[in-house]
């Protein structure tokens, strides 16, 4: 017999829709230490939302062999300072096991690390990123409207939220007219 999928894609809100869909919010709170410029983020309201994760609930614990999980980001725009909005970023905690992005909707960068080396993907809608087993990865939103991006991830993974300057050594900021800049951590 025939049977419908409980969760569906609508590709004009760039949402997940249906029932069992689980979802994750960050907001300003939770990102301290993540921003170069304290005094900027001091003066954020601490409740605003900057990124959302929604992920189809397929009833796998995280830590389970052999399976995947499907979800988007949707990172606000803006600057703090004038250091774009991210996502905290990780390792996987079972290393060696990779992930791809695909842009759904927004500009933004696709940060990878690993061994001290910074990879940077422009993510556009349509552009697709295989992300290694070992990279340290964020996304960042360069761009004026939401950027939101589709991930397929190993069931396995986990997520290792290590103290971010040991994760990024380099970061990216808004210039005097407006395009994006890497800097080095100091
Ligand atoms: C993504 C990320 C998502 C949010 O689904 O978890 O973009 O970023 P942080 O987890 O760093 O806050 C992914 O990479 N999963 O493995
Ligand atoms: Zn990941």
Redesign the pocket.
Known sequence: MFKQSNVTYNGETFKLEGSGIQK?E?RAKDLAGYFSDSTAYQALDPETVM?Q?E?QDNGLAEGTAGGL?F?I?H?YPGVVGEEYYL????F?AKRNTG?Y?FGLQGQGLLMMTENGETILEKVVPGSVHY?PGNAA???INTGAEMLS?S?C?QTE?G?D?APPEEMFPQRVFRDEVGKPIIKNNS
């Open positions: 994750k960050t990124y994760v992920f999980y979800g980001t990172l996502t905290k970023g990780h996987h992930e992005y992300i990865h964020r996304l991006v991930a991830w993974s997520h939220y």
